[in-house]
């Protein structure tokens, strides 16, 4: 036999570990919903490797997931003969968590105020495998890797350190076994052997894997029993689904542990068939703004599992969108590259982005709530949108919301600001700046208010990409109130005020001259201006000068 090794966990992973163990998350159950997972991704790529790979020496007769219970010994087991790991895998993805976000994650945990908190963050963040560890005090991990000879066997307490020990005759695949906590034994809510309550897990939480689950059949030499009904949600009838089987499968396809904010169906009979199921969640993805930040959809060809994040299917701006397309009329042998250049797969991702801009314009006015919230943490990426899908700039335009001077605490829709607008004006007024109150005390903004003209309040730093291209919106030009000359008196205010303006303007210009010399090279002009009420003077850009915080960005980048 091979020496048994003793590694430790990577930081960040003991740290979860010690958040499993003493178990904030209140629900259990849901250990068993992300064994099955990852049994059935496992399951996933066996197959599409197998199918790629025709010399794999693997077999692929009889892909199931099986569960096992031993009462006596207080263990349960969840087997699959799916893909296995290699002993370098095991320590990578088993021993360390590579999500990206994770420190940022663990710091919000930190500073979470309760319990309550922290659990809100655990269910954002999805611990998958490590849910183990809620149920169990130790876990024995054996796998070996399809087409390899090499068994591994793993097993850990969870704290700080596991071993590793290289096992002959392991069989393909990988089972996990939990020894389940002693001092759950008593409460029949956590009572993980018995077969009643297995089963009442699985098929709440995971029906819809479409690999066979299996458990022992009642009585002496009964046959396995297959416990959920394997069908794929996306190729059933949206009526025969429930809401609750639709939310575990985004759960399963979006590893995270909290209902979706919407589910979004479509299909495509004819002479290029397709399904599609998507959800948009409820809550940003904590690597949302990162750069190493996963996006797309699974991608299936008739039902068979063909990748995750398929980053051919949704623009980067809908990165936040998961779900599933299943085409029927690809090649199981597609790779990325292909992809990228496939004209249906171009046809289904303008299809996607417009279904899924139009159930948001939907949201908007059917649920105001949900759509608040869908804007308030998707909003910021949707926004990149307007800089380079011109197809869809009015859609998306349709479906933003901005904060502005009409109400300080509720964002408005272009559309809104719109219905408001004065008589005579014609342009829809906004300013950029870093902050709302930057924005509020900015000088420029004085004689609107005293106006009355809403401004939109624009502070997130893709607004000031945007607002120059985009052109208008219903029509109406956007204008920034820091730049250029801005007119804001109607025809008879300006008849009257015309004749005393000639008069300070003949007043003034001595002082104008002068303090244009002053300034010197610091300004291209001074002029009256009509934009002040208070402040004696501020100063305003060209119409196609950069606004201020674009020029801080540009030097801040050196240019
Ligand atoms: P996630 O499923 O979100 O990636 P998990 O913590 O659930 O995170 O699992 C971590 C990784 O461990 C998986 O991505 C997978 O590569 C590997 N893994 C877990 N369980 C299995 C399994 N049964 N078979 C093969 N690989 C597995
Ligand atoms: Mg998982």
């Known amino acids: 036999t091979t020496p048994i090794e003793t590694l ?60 096992e219970s031993d009462p006596a010994e207080r263990t349960l087991t969840v087997r699959d003969n799916g893909i296995g790991m290699t002993r370098e895998e095991v320590v990578a993805l088993i021993g360390t968590i590579a999500k990206s976000g994770t420190a940022d994650f663990l710091t919000k945990l930190k500073e979470a105020k309760d319990a309550a908190a922290s659990q809100d963050l655990i269910g954002q ?35 700080g350190t596991y071993t590793i020990q290289e096992v002959e005759d392991a069989p393909q695949g990988t ?26 897990i699985v098929k709440k939480y995971s029906d819809f894997i479409t690999w066979p689950i299996r458990m022992a059949g009642e009585g002496e030499d009964a046959a396995p029993e297959t416990v959920n009904s394997m069908k794929a949600l996306w190729a059933r009838s949206s009526s025969e689904v429930s809401e609750d089987e639709y939310h575990e499968f985004y759960k399963h396809v ?9 589910t979004i169906r479509l299909q495509a009979e004819g002479t290029f068939e397709y399904q599609a199921l998507l959800f948009l969640p409820s809550h940003a993805p904590m690597d949302l703004f990162l750069r190493e ?10 039902r068979v599992f063909i990748m995750d994040d398929c980053e051919s299917l949704v623009p980067e701006y809908l990165r936040f969108v998961k779900g599933v397309v299943d085409a029927q009329d690809l090649s199981l042998n597609v790779s990325r590259e292909i992809l990228q250049q496939d004209r249906q797969i171009q046809l289904i991702r303008r299809r996607l982005v417009k279904k899924v801009l139009s159930t948001v314009k939907t949201m908007m006015t059917a649920d105001a709530e949900k759509y608040a919230t869908f804007w308030r943490e998707f909003g910021r990426a949707v926004k990149e949108g307007l800089l380079d899908d011109f197809e869809n700039r009015e859609a998306i335009l349709e479906i933003s ?54 401004v939109l309040v624009l502070t997130d730093p893709i607004d000031e990409m945007w607002v120059d291209g985009v052109g208008g919106f219903d029509g109406k030009q956007f204008q920034s109130i820091a730049k250029g000359q801005v007119d804001l008196e109607s025809e008879e ?33 001074v002029r009256l201006s009509s934009r002040l009420t208070t402040s004696p003077a501020c100063i305003v850009g060209d119409t196609h000068d950069l606004t201020p915080t674009l020029e801080k960005m540009y030097r801040a980048m050196g240019q």
């Open 125 to 159: 963040f999805g611990v998958g495998f490590y849910a183990s560890f809620m149920v169990a005090d130790k876990v024995t991990l054996v796998t070996r890797k399809a087409g390899s000879a090499e068994g591994v066997r793993w097993e850990s307490d969870g704290e």
């Open 401 to 454: 919301s901005f904060a502005s001077t009409n109400d300080a605490e509720k964002p408005t829709s272009l559309r809104d600001y719109v219905s408001r607008m004065k008589e005579g004006q014609e342009h829809i007024y906004f300013m950029t700046g870093e902050s709302r109150s930057a924005i509020e005390n900015s000088p420029h903004m004085e004689a609107f208010r005293a106006k009355g003209f809403e």
């Open 493 to 525: 205010d300006k008849k009257s005020t015309e004749v005393a303006r000639e008069q300070q303007k003949k007043d003034f210009e001595g002082l104008l001259s002068w303090m244009g010399t002053a300034l010197g090279e610091d300004v291209k002009e």
């Open 8 to 67: 430790e966990f990577q930081s960040e992973a003991r740290q979860l570990l010690q958040l499993m163990i003493h178990s904030i998350y209140s629900n259990k159950d849901t250990f068993l919903r992300e064994l099955v997972s990852n049994a059935s991704d496992a399951l996933d790529k066996l197959r599409l490797e197998a199918y790629r790979d025709k010399d794999l020496e693997a077999d692929t007769t009889d892909l199931h997931i099986t569960l």
């Open 175 to 200: 089972a996990v076994t939990l020894h389940l906590k002693p001092e759950d034994a008593e409460d029949h809510l956590y009572d993980y052997t018995s077969p009643a309550k297995i089963r009442e």
């Open 254 to 262: 979006s590893h995270d542990w909290q209902d979706p904010l919407e």
């Open 293 to 302: 930040r996963k996006r797309g959809v699974q991608l299936y060809v008739k």
